[in-house]
């Protein structure tokens, strides 16, 4: 899955995730530590398997649910029309 931030679309880490600045709308949204993470794999062509892999190796979590998570930041980062991909 090739996912790249758009263009207008600026991604700041804070102490406990990440802001993400729609600059063409003005509006922003925030990310926890474990959304950075998906979201910078996904940015570093990383699979949505590998990631669950890597997810329920460090957290609690099997590897079905963090599928499911990181398929929901994915969609909710292409509704909102930050990434392309």
């Not at 890597?54 to 957290?59: A, G, H, T």
């Amino acid at each position: 899955m090739a996912v790249e931030l758009r263009p207008d679309v600026t991604l700041t880490p804070t102490g406990g995730g990440a802001v993400v600045l729609d600059e063409h709308s003005g509006r922003y949204f925030q990310l926890n530590r474990t959304g950075l993470l998906i979201l910078r794999s996904l940015l570093d062509g990383r699979s949505p398997d590998e990631i669950a892999t890597d997810l329920s190796d460090r957290f609690p979590v099997t590897a079905d649910q963090a599928r499911t998570d990181i398929t929901r930041l994915h969609d909710s980062l292409r509704a909102a029309g930050l990434v392309t991909g």
